[in-house]
């Protein structure tokens, strides 16, 4: 960034020490809007017969940009805004501070009772950067510390997330574990970005004393990256974290739907082919992958990421392939959304055989999954192999 970029970003920023901040906390609040700049905003749509949402105040310049030049057509999609927390709402509320409603928008109430265990004269640095003044700060201090003594016994755990999904699903379902033998909630900063566009709560239910947040806080982790413990990794716990992930209701009927379409479950072959961002020098070759399939006459399921791959399946097997779902984004990281991945993930658990990528997290977590409903197969191929910090970001 220049210095020409790095000053507008600046003065975009509705806090005053914006130039004091690097890394994860600039890029969450990067070009957040002033009033005013709302108010301009406001204009510049009106020209073009638009109105903005209620929102748009909560808008990077770039989406309002985007949505007026669109003639309101391109609108961020949800996982890239604030989320209102209904429990921060309810506590600001009782404590008669619903004052503090607008500017701790975004913010989760467990994410501010965790900084305040970290830290409290941060907490307060942070809440006064909000616009919370000083005649509110104790009281709200003391409310939100009241709801952590309500529903904590100790401090949670805290993680980072990164990375792409089944990466993200590693750290969270082994540090559930951990944070449950230590009696202690976790929370996890899981950041919506384009390696996992997408929050947990989009295509999984809920777990109990699992706490999910962005950067909107600025926590300080227990431990930040993609692994497992080093207690749990390669050992059976492993596998027991993963009966944790439950799809939500709309993911578990599309894949059932998939099933039924390849025959039912145990009735069909399935095959995870990961090619886009995947550049792994011991890449599964397409022959490869053929030769798996050639080895029986089942109907076939491809999970894949690119509409290249799909199109070779089609044209070699087709009407063998079943549940073709056609990948049309070409131009985004990730070709399919959160949604489609999590239900590859499920459909290939019921397949008779499958296949995966090597060094690819997806095709493991499939694999644990198999493990864990009793769908696992001997004639199955594929390696489980943690990849090393330098090979994560493409897995």
């Known amino acids: 960034m220049n210095p020409d970029e790095w000053e507008q970003v600046c003065n975009s920023l509705e806090f005053n020490d ?6 994860p906390l600039l890029q969450q609040h990067a070009c957040r809007l002033k009033p005013s700049r709302v108010s301009k905003a406001d204009l510049a749509a009106a020209a073009r017969n638009l109105v903005l949402p209620v929102d748009a105040c ?12 669109s003639e309101g057509n391109n609108v961020p999609v949800a996982y890239e805004l604030p989320v209102r927390d209904d429990a921060l709402v309810e506590v600001l509320r009782t404590a008669g501070l619903s004052h503090l409603e607008e500017p701790l928008h975004g913010a989760a109430i467990c994410a501010c009772a965790t900084l305040i ?3 409290p004269p941060k907490f307060q640095q942070w809440a006064e950067q909000r616009g919370v003044g000083y005649e509110s700060l104790a009281a709200l201090q003391d409310a939100v510390s009241g709801w952590a003594a309500v529903h904590w016994q100790r401090p949670p755990l805290v993680v980072c997330a990164d990375a792409g999904l089944c990466n993200k699903l590693r750290v969270v379902l082994s540090h559930a574990l951990v944070a449950r033998e230590s009696g202690r909630p976790l929370l996890v900063v899981w950041e919506p970005a384009e390696w996992c566009p997408g929050r947990f709560s989009d295509v999984f239910e809920a777990i109990d004393d699992v706490f999910f947040v962005d950067l909107t806080v600025p926590l300080h982790p227990h431990y930040e990256g993609c692994d497992v413990p080093a207690a749990i990794k390669h050992t059976a716990r492993e596998l027991e974290g993963y009966r944790l992930l439950v799809p939500i209701d709309a993911i578990r009927q599309a894949v059932a739907a998939n099933v039924a379409e390849c025959g ?15 550049k792994c020098k011991e890449q599964t070759s397409d022959q490869e992958f053929f030769s798996f399939v050639d080895k029986c006459d ?3 399921y491809c999970a894949a990421d690119c509409k290249k791959t799909q199109e070779l399946v089609l044209q070699r097997y087709g009407m063998r392939l079943r549940a073709l779902h056609a990948i049309n984004n ?5 070709h399919t959304s959160l949604q489609d991945a999590v239900v590859d993930l499920f459909t290939c658990v019921y397949a008779r055989r499958f296949k995966g990528s090597f060094y690819s997290s997806f095709s493991d977590t499939i694999c644990f999954l198999r493990q864990h409903y009793e769908t696992s197969n001997e004639a199955d191929e594929h390696q489980i192999k943690t990849p090393t910090y330098l090979d994560l970001l493409s897995s």
Request: cysteine-free.
């Open 117 to 119: 265990s970290q830290s």
């Open 58 to 69: 909560y808008w990077t310049t770039e989406q309002l940009t985007t949505y007026t030049e």
């Open 330 to 334: 070409e131009t985004a990281l990730r």
């Open 264 to 278: 039912g479950p145990g009735r069909f072959v399935a095959v995870h082919i990961r090619r886009t961002d995947h």
């Open 18 to 23: 914006a130039r004091m901040w690097r890394g």
């Open 298 to 300: 089942l109907p076939l």
